[in-house]
């Protein structure tokens, strides 16, 4: 018996590899291959999901996930990265990013000058030339993410406004700022400050970034970003026309959003906000997760707090990586399901190697954040390299208990965007 209970905690205890990982695109490092992806199921016919990855690239399946087919994305405002993909209730998809108008890059003055959004309503086969939100040029819009009301089908976008990006003078500054959409992304309001604390235009931990929206269930907007080894949070009961008048704070993150890892050129561990808009037990609840150093500067962990009461208050951080080894995990994101209500995290791992070989981990948690269960998604362990770009962050997406995360590999000189086909209630 005792060797019976010995073999069972072994086997609880051992997180196995991934047999449903799919490859979604394999492409050179070189000059920019595919990563920072983003990934949305269709909220009205789950089957349907499209994804994109830097600078341009779309991609779209028809099968939830199992096969998928590639193209470029294209405006007239340019396509410059950081890619985020959302569905609204109606089935449009909805494609974010950075600008390049002049097709110039970093060349150009007018890089950077906007946020564009692009909308499809066949399922990522074809898409329109888009809009914009935050022109207000010479100042520079970087890291946008964007949230759908499921009551409204109003679409929220939160990015960093910085007065010149990049730039060391301390008479400038970055800002967290907010535009709305009626009308399914094709005309936005005029962008908003919602932060109190300015930041340094460096795009280092003094640096006011990583915003995410996420809508409750009776339409709550909740953001929160990390400044200065602090996360913060805002409020809004509105629809964003008003904010609260101080930000709270969730957390200390120690050693702050902009971390060394070793065999990546840079990494963040910025928070992603989420909220829980299902019926289920803990419908209301707000989430962030972030990555921080709290445990020594060699033993990244992923952490989660969450609030029931519109995030006034918090929890102390829940840790959600459940390895007892001192190693990096990093890169989280975070989904709460709309429909089960469960909380799903996907994130890099490196518990099992004594090098810069990196793994793939889902978390989920069913009973709203408290504890969690963790699964390899990833076929085969990787070793990115330093000198290759690896992205700012990964995503994932779930919906009525399909989940279906995104992340990056490296391999062989090439850049793989891989998503996984993850079931269940």
């Not at 399922?123 to 030339?129: A, C, H, N, R, V």
């Not at 009961?237 to 008003?242: I, P």
């Not at 930000?247 to 120690?254: E, G």
């Not at 009461?309 to 995990?329: A, F, K």
């Amino acid at each position: 018996m005792k060797q019976l209970t010995l073999l069972l905690s072994i086997c609880l205890s051992t997180l196995l590899h991934s047999q449903t990982a799919v490859l979604i695109k394999e492409a050179p490092a070189y000059p920019f291959g595919p990563c920072e992806p983003s990934i949305a199921i269709s909220l009205s016919n789950p089957d349907v999901l499209v994804a994109g990855s830097i600078l341009d690239r779309v991609y779209y399946s028809k099968d939830g996930g199992k096969t998928w087919t590639t193209d470029d994305l294209e405006s007239p405002h340019g396509v410059w990265g950081d890619p985020v993909v959302i569905s609204d209730t109606n089935g449009r998809f909805l494609f974010f990013h950075l600008s390049d108008p002049d097709g110039k890059n970093w060349s150009s003055p007018k890089i950077l000058d906007r946020i564009v959004c692009q909308w499809s309503d066949n399922g990522g086969e074809d898409w329109s030339e888009g809009s914009y939100m935050g022109l207000n040029h010479p100042k520079d819009q970087d890291k946008e993410w964007a949230a759908v009301d499921l009551n409204t089908n109003a679409v929220y976008c939160t990015w960093t406004q910085f007065d010149t990006y990049g730039s060391k003078d301390s008479s400038e500054f970055s800002n967290i700022l907010f535009a709305r959409s009626d009308d399914g992304g094709e005309s936005w309001s005029e962008a908003i400050q919602i932060n109190e604390l300015s930041g340094n235009c460096i795009d280092d931990d003094q640096t006011t970034e990583g915003a995410v929206p996420a809508v409750g269930p009776n339409g709550e907007i909740y953001v929160a970003w990390a400044y200065d080894e602090k996360i913060y949070f805002d409020h809004s009961f509105d629809g964003g026309k008003t904010w609260r008048e101080h930000d709270v704070t969730v957390a200390d993150q120690p050693g702050g959003w902009t971390v060394n890892i070793p065999g990546l050129n840079r990494s963040n561990g910025m928070p992603i906000t989420a909220a829980d808009a299902s019926n289920g037990e803990y419908s209301g609840r707000v989430y962030v997760c972030w990555a921080d150093l709290r445990n020594g500067e060699t033993d990244m962990d992923i952490w989660i707090a969450h609030s029931s009461d519109s995030g006034n208050t918090w929890t102390e951080p829940i840790r959600v990586n459940g390895d007892t080894t001192h190693t990096m995990q990093f890169l989280p994101w975070m989904t709460v399901d709309p429909i089960t209500g469960h909380v799903h995290a996907v994130y890099y791992d490196r518990r099992n190697h004594n090098d810069a070989k990196t793994d793939v981990i889902v978390a989920t948690s069913t009973d709203g954040g408290n504890t969690w269960t963790e699964q390899f998604v990833n076929d085969e362990s990787f070793l990115p390299l330093e000198f290759v770009f690896f992205g700012d962050y990964n995503d994932i997406d779930a919906y009525n208990g399909r989940v279906r995360p995104i992340w990056t590999e490296f391999r062989n000189g090439k850049l793989q965007v891989w998503t996984a086909l993850l079931e269940g209630k």
